[in-house]
Each structure stands twice: as structure tokens, then as C-alpha cells.
């Protein structure tokens, strides 16, 4: 009698209790905010976009002055947004999505990001460079986002501790000279380790004569054309052995170690991008930014172009017009680019706009950053950055080093290899 | 629990005369009244969770799904409520939720995947996948033709686009079936180009436009022979037509300039000839990721070279590891010793800082030129290129790697030393055994009893070490051979640059048909090992 009666008030006390939890989390404003569910989600009248935490204010500041419509800024890890889009529930994916350029290839591949047809006049006001970097497409060549800031690296003068080089010869000099005064210290701290950095080595070897990937008819990267070990930089790898042998780049330099000299007066050169400003600037370091002066070719860096994307699911969510407007109406246009650049202290894409930024760091590293080349958008550059790099830290690591013209080649044949 | 609850008798007298130890506190916590409201509590939360599982699942028409959550949740509710019944099922079915949860599910999910193309360009369902190649595969016309374009209403409310022409500034209403010349006069514009209004139309503002936004995606204005205008946006429309047509009854594509076909692969691709349509989808391909690792190149070549260090690397740092940790307890486990207690707690530090961390910090340590290794062996005149040659690279990887294992060996032999009755020890002496003799003949053995099983997992473990390798070294440096597998790559390494550095980027398919190999050859020698440590019970 007893264990019947115990049991069903044990029930009817867990109905009613799962009940109440159920009402209370059900209702509660953290779970409708944080996790929309498929039901008030289809209302269509927000826009969703996942953002890193360091941007989040300054791109809820562009929406609230697009005003539109209502816009949920999320904080999503910068590095996840593009795995984490693969794999989102379609009721819970954004709308919007902000990254790198060369994150393009890839997205456009799955087919998780919509093509962008902003108006010529609009996409005259940025450089060709910056739409290229956004354009991808096997069979039709597409703009898949609207560029908002450029990066790309510089090189950095100590200019109390030697003259600013107009010329590589005088950089040369400069920087073994300076090397050469005390033991310890470093001719040009540029960022390798074991793993390689071949994105801070790439004015060096744009330098040279070297590519990565040319260009097909079309117009667009063809992966079948690595130059990588392309004949007239192999020509003049041999000055890579040179440099090696001199100690002028040496590949056990790693990152840390490269800011470390530079901000403890042991190196006068560093290269290094806009992200390390804040460190120039607290540094009481007297300093100039340029681009690697010409070797036998202009020394030109990597070029990133940050942008924004519209998701399929804006489409699956009834809001692609409304995401479209935006992005490729309100955000490539020069006031939106400027508030944002403003906001979080990088060159804006848009040409009229950065005329009118004015930030002497970064402006700096912007004129370190003319002529500079995309970063490749195609998926097949994720086979290239490791071999690319080895070709360096093997070529440049002082004694017992690879010669140049092996490790180049080696890797661009293991690249081959990799692509398939 | 329940049996206390139900016996409905003052629980503290039964507890009383108990010994007062932790397992009978454990039970007292959750026997009496308090039990059975913690009981009731944690059943309205599962229940609670149930119940809005069954919400979201009945909102997208899952019903076997559903089907699933009623039946677990009713038997878990009826196995803690009725009373008296199924004793060994209410402690099992906890761990069994769970094993299934986060083991059962995730293996078969890695099966499952590993029998599909699911890949950069795969991801996509076929539908969504043609879709998207439809739009992708839209071109601008010669002039790049756009327009200035409101949605508005007419007088019978249908949605129309008004259209300006940036060009030649012609205007234009465009519904989903025409597109009509109208005089400019009929438009008004404000200062910065914009439409603002129209004669008989009603030019949407606000909310209204938002709410059309839907249809706009939709709407394809006919513009002669294939081309279409489009919204792009709410204020701007462009003028586009398809490359490529679908044929839904074929089901191919044919392309519009010289009338090609792409057809379905049966591998998740329109393809015609070696061109391939761009996206695909995701489709079960049978064994073909398996044939790949055969028949691969890129695969096979290094394969045996790592598939060794792979076994040297995860034989010497489980032996290395146990050989130290067991010499330390040893040494530590000495009655008296002062400080022991300092001793002991700093050589669990290894063990307690986050791997990854320490693991950043090691590679700093040996940097070639840099590091505070080399400067101090500087003094001495030796410099050891500890991550830049191919050997010394393996050496650093297995010290960094024992250094982070041996304080587990040190807790465990500490603890299986203390439970070897110190009388055996004390019958050898008194039989005339030497200490070496007495602890290869005694308490090795011994030891090992409790240590080797632990020492297998710790090989499992290291075997699939992607965190050391992929820290310190990323597998490399890179050895002269022309393959992609560096000097210190192991097979769980090397896996992650072929399925996810290669190639289109990222291969789930492939890494999940490798991992089930990684698993069958853990398995095998697992087995070989526990078959040997039964003879070392027997001995015992």
C-alpha cells in the first residue's frame, strides 16, 4: 500500500516538476536570444551575423546606422566561423558572416555563400586587387563578398639605430652591419621556427621572381600552375643561399623571437603587420613602415582583404535581399567603411574612404601594402602553406642548410603531389 | 536509494548503526526524505529536457526520433519510480545513457562517414547542391546591366520592381511575367537617385519592405530571350541569365553556349568529361575512400616509414615514462624521507599544467638558436639543432613526451607499491634475495599486475598523440624523400595533413576511413598485449 501510494505521488510530483522546469526554460529571454528555434526563426524579420568579440562593436555600430531592419550581432571565435558554418543547424546559421578572403574558395565550393552583384559605380571605388581577392569560380567568375580593411605586413625601421634603405643593396648593408656590432643580434627578424612563416617571407620571395598560383585565361588561379619552382626565381634562388650564408634571414628566428630583438633594440629591421600597432606604439621605439625595397623583382607582401558574406541561409531564412542590402549596397559604400575603419583601426578597402583615414600606422603599413599580391582564394592553397614554408626554414638555416633551388623544388613537387 | 525511501522508516536509526564511513555517507545523502526530493528533481529534469526534445522533434516531423525519446524516457521513469524493482538497472542505466551518448554514437557516426564523400564541395544535400549551382552559374550580361530598383505595390496589391536603368536612365515596372516600359515623368526620385514614389503604385517603406523580402528572392523579371532581372538588395536589381539549364527529368545540366552535358556521377557531381559542376553533395560512395588508401600514392609511399616511429614513439615514451615514474615512486616511497610531500607534489606539476601550454613552452625551450637550452649548452660548446634535424626532432619529441607522461607512471606505481604486502619483500630478505633480486623476482611482477594494463592505455593513448606531435614539431622537419609525411609525423598526423592539408582541404570521408584502420591496428596490438598480461595474473 505504502510503496503504491510512495509511487505515485513520485510520479505525479516528476510530471509536474518536468512541467514547471519545461515552462520556466522554455520562456525564458536567454534561450530566445541565444538559440532561436525553427519557430521564431521563420518570422524572417532580423538579420543573424557572426562576428569575432574584437569587431562586435564596431559592426553593431554599421547595422544600427544602416537601420533597416533589426540585426543579432553574435560572437562566434574568428577561427570557427568558417568550420562552424559547414556544419550549423540551417535554423540557427547566420545570415552574415565576416573572414578573410582567401576563406572564399572554399565557402563558394560547399556552396554556403551567395554571389554579390554590387553596382559598377560602387565596385569602381575599390581597388582591383581587393574585388579579385573576393572573386571566385571554376565555371563563372563571382564577387562573393564585399571587401571592408586590408592587412598586410611592412617592414619595420628602427630608424634611431640605422638609415631608412631605398635601395636592397643598402638594407643589405645596413642590417649585417648592424648584426655584425654585438653578438646576438639579428640582421632582419623576420618570423620562421621550424614550422615556417611563409606569409612574412613572401615579399622575399615575391622578390625573387616566385608565385604560387598563375592564372588560367579566364582569369582565375588555376591550381595546376604552382610557381613555386617557376624558372626565374630558381635563377635567382641562388641569392637565397647568399643571404643564408651571410646570415641576412636565418629560419630559426620564430615569432616571438623576431618581436622580442626588435623591441629590445637587437634587430632594426621587423616584418610585421598592423596587428602589432599597438605594440609599435607603446614600444618608444622611433620607427618607419616601408615595403621591402625592390630586389630583382618589386618585394611585394601577402594582401589580406577582410569582407563580409551573405550565407545561403539568408535564402533558406526569406532575408537574402534584406542581407544583400547590407552588404553590398551599405557596406561597400565609403561613410559605412570609414565609421567601421575608424571604429576598429583597420585600412578600409573602399578607395574614397581611405583617403580620408587618417591613422599613421596604419597608413604606413597601407603604402607598404600597394602592389601587393592577394593571398590565393582557392581550397587548394590549404596544400601549399606547409611545403612552401619547409622550402624556407630548409633553405635559410644557416649551417648544413638545403640549397635553394632543392628546397624549392622539392616542395613545388610535393605541392603537385598534394593537390592531386 | 529507493529502498530506504520506500521503507518508509526513520532513516537516521538504520545509519546509526552502521559504520560511519564514506560509502554509508554517500548512501545517507541520498536515503530519507532529502533523497527522495534530490530523486524527484533530477527526474523532472530529465523529464524536463524529454519533454522539450519532443517540442523541437515534433516542430521538423522527426518521428522515429520522437518515437525514441517517449520510450527512454518512460522506461527510466518507470525504472526509478516503481518501487522495489530492477536494482542493477538503476545503477547501470546512468553509465550505459552515456556510453552510448558519447562512445556508441560518435564510432558508428565515424563509420557511417567514412562509407561517404562528405568533403570540401560534399557537404550539401543534392537539392540544396543544385540549387546553388543555378545560382553560381548565373552570368552578368555583356554590359553588366543594373539597375535602380523599389519594390512597390499596385493597385491590386501585387509586388512589382520600379526599375531605373544606371545607364541609359530608362524606366521600367517589372512583375514576375513582364517587363514594361513607363514614362520617366511617372517617377518621382530624390536627390540621391532613389525612387521614392510612382503613379498607381505604392512604393514600399519600413516593415512592408522587410516583409517582401521573401518573394524578392524569388522574383525573376523576363527581359528577353534567357535574361532575367533580379533583386540584388532592396534598392538595386541587375540583369543576369543562366549558363547552364536543368533538365529536372534527365536530371542534368546542359550547358547553354555549346550544349554539353553534365551528368550525375553517382559520387556527389555533375561532371561531363573530367569538368566537374561545383557544388557537390554528399553521398554514400561504398568503399571507396579504403580503395583510395590503397591505391594513393601520396598515401602509401611514406606509410610504412611512419606507421614505425609511430610504434617507436609510442613503445618508448610508455617505457621511458614507466621505467622513471617507477624509479621515482620508488625512491619517493622511502618512510622518513623529509619533504616527501614537496617532492611528490612537484612532480605532478607536469601532469597538471594544461599539455598544450607546456607543450609551447618546450618548443621555445629548444629553440636551435634561441632557446635557453642551447644557450646553456653553449657554455660547454655543444649546440644540438633539437627541432631542426630529423633525429634530433624525434629525440626531442620522445623527451617532451616522457616528460609529460611520467608523473602519471610515478602515481600509479606509488600507489601499486603501496598495496604489495611488505611481508613478501621482507620473506626475500630473509631468504637471502638482494634488493635487485627481491624487486625483479617480487615486486615487478607484482607491479605489473595492476601497472601493465595501464601501461597499454597509455600506449593507445600516445599512439594517437596528436597534441605533442602537432605542438612541438608539426611533424616535421620535413625529410628529404618527396612525400608530405616530416620526420616526426605519426600516423594520426600524417592522416590530418592528407585529409585536411591536401588536396580540396577537407576530406572527413577519408580521415574517418583511416581512423577506423588506426583503431583495428590499436586494437590488435591491445589484444596481443592483454592476452600477455593474463599470463603475469596467473604468475601472481
Redesign the interface.
Same mark, same amino acid.
Given at each position: 500500500m505504502?510503496?503504491k501510494r510512495?509511487?505515485r505521488v513520485?510520479?505525479a510530483?516528476?510530471?509536474?516538476?518536468?512541467? !514547471?522546469?519545461?515552462v520556466v526554460?522554455?520562456g525564458s529571454p536567454a534561450t530566445r536570444a541565444g538559440a532561436p @528555434?525553427?519557430?521564431n526563426r521563420a518570422a524572417?524579420?532580423k538579420l543573424v551575423i557572426w562576428v569575432d568579440s574584437v569587431q562586435k562593436p564596431s559592426i553593431e555600430k554599421s547595422a544600427a546606422a544602416w537601420g533597416?531592419?533589426p540585426v543579432t550581432v553574435l560572437v562566434h571565435p574568428f577561427g570557427n566561423i568558417r568550420d562552424d558554418l559547414?556544419s550549423v543547424k540551417p535554423e540557427n546559421a547566420p545570415d552574415i558572416i565576416i573572414g578573410p578572403h582567401d576563406w572564399v574558395g572554399?565557402l #563558394?565550393?560547399?556552396?554556403?555563400i551567395?554571389?554579390?552583384?554590387?553596382? &559598377?559605380?560602387t565596385k569602381k571605388q575599390f581597388p582591383k586587387y581587393a574585388l579579385d581577392a573576393w572573386s571566385y569560380? %571554376? !565555371?563563372?567568375k563571382?564577387l562573393y563578398g564585399a571587401p571592408y580593411a586590408l592587412e598586410n605586413v611592412g617592414l619595420v625601421v628602427n630608424t634611431q639605430l640605422v638609415k631608412v634603405p631605398t635601395t636592397f643593396a643598402q638594407l643589405e648593408s645596413e642590417a649585417l652591419a648592424f648584426k655584425h656590432k654585438k653578438s646576438g643580434n639579428i640582421a632582419i627578424a623576420v618570423p620562421q621556427? &621550424?614550422? =615556417?612563416d611563409p606569409y612574412h617571407m613572401y615579399s622575399f620571395f615575391s622578390g625573387l621572381g616566385g608565385y604560387v598560383f598563375g592564372r588560367n585565361k579566364a582569369g582565375n588561379l588555376d591550381p595546376s600552375n604552382i610557381g613555386i619552382a617557376n624558372p626565374t626565381f630558381l635563377k635567382n634562388s641562388v641569392l637565397i643561399d647568399k643571404w643564408n650564408k651571410e646570415g641576412l634571414i *636565418?629560419s630559426?628566428?620564430?615569432y *616571438? @623571437?623576431a618581436k622580442n630583438a626588435f623591441l629590445k633594440k637587437q634587430a632594426a629591421f621587423w616584418i610585421t603587420g598592423p596587428w602589432e600597432s599597438d605594440t609599435l606604439k607603446t614600444s618608444g621605439i622611433k620607427f618607419k613602415i616601408i615595403q621591402m625595397p625592390r630586389i630583382k623583382f618589386r618585394a611585394v607582401p601577402f594582401l589580406g582583404v577582410q569582407g563580409m558574406m551573405v550565407t545561403?541561409y539568408a535564402?533558406d531564412h526569406?532575408?537574402? #535581399?534584406?542581407a544583400?542590402?547590407?552588404? &553590398?549596397?551599405y557596406m561597400m559604400t565609403a561613410g559605412a567603411q570609414l565609421d567601421l575603419a575608424n571604429d576598429n583601426g583597420r585600412t578600409p578597402a573602399n578607395l574614397q574612404a581611405a583617403a580620408k583615414y587618417k591613422d599613421p600606422i596604419q597608413s604606413q603599413f597601407g603604402k607598404a601594402g600597394v602592389g601587393g599580391v592577394p593571398m590565393p582564394n582557392i581550397?587548394?592553397m590549404? &596544400?601549399v602553406? %606547409?611545403?612552401f614554408g $619547409?622550402a624556407w626554414?630548409?633553405s635559410t $638555416?644557416?649551417a =648544413?642548410a638545403t640549397k635553394a633551388r632543392i628546397a624549392f623544388t @622539392?616542395a613545388a613537387? *610535393?605541392i603537385a *603531389?598534394?593537390?592531386? | 536509494m529507493t529502498a530506504s525511501a520506500v521503507s518508509s522508516q526513520p532513516p537516521r536509526t538504520g545509519i546509526r548503526a552502521t559504520a560511519w564511513s564514506l560509502p554509508s555517507r554517500a548512501v545517507a545523502l541520498f536515503s530519507g526524505p532529502a533523497g527522495f526530493a534530490v530523486k524527484i528533481a533530477l527526474l523532472s529534469i530529465a523529464n524536463a529536457v524529454g519533454l522539450w526534445a519532443l517540442v523541437i522533434l515534433a516542430g521538423r516531423h522527426q518521428w522515429t526520433a520522437v518515437g525514441i525519446v517517449v520510450a527512454v524516457t518512460a522506461v527510466i521513469d518507470a525504472l526509478y519510480l516503481v518501487p522495489g524493482r530492477a536494482v542493477p538497472a538503476k545503477f547501470l542505466i546512468p553509465g550505459t545513457f552515456f556510453l552510448i551518448a558519447f562512445q556508441v554514437i560518435p564510432v558508428a557516426y565515424t563509420i557511417d562517414v567514412a562509407f561517404t564523400n562528405y568533403s570540401t564541395g560534399h557537404i550539401l544535400k543534392k537539392p540544396a547542391a543544385i540549387q546553388q549551382i543555378k545560382q553560381v552559374t548565373l552570368a552578368e550580361t555583356a554590359n553588366g546591366t543594373s539597375f535602380t530598383m523599389a519594390p512597390a505595390h499596385d493597385s491590386s496589391g501585387n509586388l512589382v520592381l520600379l526599375l531605373v536603368d544606371d545607364q541609359n536612365g530608362k524606366t521600367y515596372v517589372g512583375t514576375s511575367k513582364s517587363l514594361t516600359p513607363v514614362p520617366k515623368s511617372t517617377f518621382k526620385r530624390s536627390a540621391d537617385g532613389s525612387i521614392t514614389g510612382a503613379t498607381g503604385y505604392t512604393v514600399l517603406t519600413g516593415a512592408a519592405l522587410i516583409t517582401v523580402s521573401k518573394d524578392l528572392s524569388g522574383l525573376v523579371i523576363p527581359s528577353g530571350g534567357d535574361n532575367g532581372i533580379r533583386a540584388e538588395g532592396l534598392d538595386t536589381a541587375v540583369e543576369l541569365h543562366p549558363t547552364l539549364r536543368y533538365n529536372a527529368q534527365r536530371d542534368v545540366f546542359v550547358r547553354i553556349s555549346d550544349g554539353a552535358v553534365f551528368h550525375d556521377n553517382n559520387r556527389g557531381s555533375f561532371v561531363h568529361g573530367k569538368e566537374e559542376l561545383l557544388p557537390g553533395w554528399k553521398v554514400y560512395v561504398g568503399f571507396h575512400n579504403f580503395s583510395r588508401l590503397i591505391h594513393s600514392k601520396l598515401i602509401r609511399g611514406p606509410f610504412i616509414r611512419v606507421f614505425i616511429w609511430t610504434l617507436a614513439f609510442a613503445t618508448l615514451t610508455v617505457f621511458l615514462s614507466f621505467a622513471l615514474g617507477l624509479f621515482l615512486a620508488i625512491t619517493l616511497n622511502k618512510q622518513g624521507l623529509r619533504l616527501r610531500w614537496l617532492y611528490r607534489s612537484a612532480l605532478i606539476l607536469p601532469y597538471a599544467v594544461p599539455g598544450f601550454l607546456s607543450l609551447l613552452v618546450w618548443r621555445g625551450l629548444m629553440n636551435d638558436d634561441f632557446g635557453v637550452i642551447n644557450k646553456l649548452l653553449g657554455h660547454i660548446g655543444v649546440h644540438v639543432p633539437w627541432l631542426f634535424d630529423a633525429n634530433w626532432a624525434k629525440v626531442s619529441v620522445i623527451v617532451v613526451s616522457t616528460w609529460l607522461t611520467v608523473p602519471y607512471f610515478f602515481l600509479v606505481s606509488l600507489g601499486a607499491l603501496q598495496s604489495i604486502p611488505s611481508e613478501l619483500i621482507e620473506a626475500a630478505r630473509v631468504d637471502g634475495a638482494s634488493p635487485w633480486a627481491s624487486f625483479r623476482k617480487v615486486t615487478l611482477p607484482l607491479l605489473l599486475v595492476a601497472v601493465a594494463p595501464l601501461m597499454i592505455a597509455s600506449f593507445a593513448f600516445n599512439f594517437n598523440n596528436f597534441g605533442n606531435i602537432y605542438l612541438l614539431t608539426g611533424g616535421g622537419p620535413s625529410v628529404g624523400d618527396n612525400t608530405v609525411a616530416g620526420a616526426t609525423d605519426i600516423l594520426i598526423s600524417y592522416t590530418y595533413k592528407i585529409a585536411f592539408a591536401a588536396g580540396l582541404g577537407q576530406d572527413y570521408g577519408l580521415a574517418s576511413a583511416v581512423g577506423i584502420i588506426i583503431f583495428f591496428i590499436v586494437a590488435a596490438i591491445s589484444w596481443v598485449s592483454f592476452s600477455r598480461t593474463k599470463a603475469l595474473e596467473n604468475l601472481a
Open positions: 505504502v510503496r510512495i509511487s513520485g510520479t510530483l516528476v510530471a509536474v516538476g518536468a512541467l !514547471a522546469l519545461f526554460a522554455s @528555434t525553427g519557430a524572417a524579420d533597416k531592419a559547414k572554399d #563558394a565550393t560547399n556552396g554556403l551567395e554571389p554579390l552583384y554590387p553596382k &559598377s559605380g569560380g %571554376t !565555371a563563372v563571382k621556427g &621550424s614550422g =615556417g *636565418n630559426k628566428v620564430d *616571438n @623571437t545561403k535564402t526569406g532575408v537574402d #535581399a534584406v544583400k542590402d547590407f552588404v &553590398s549596397s581550397p587548394q590549404g &596544400s602553406w %606547409t611545403d $619547409q626554414v630548409k $638555416q644557416g =648544413g @622539392t613537387r *610535393n *603531389n598534394k593537390i592531386g | -
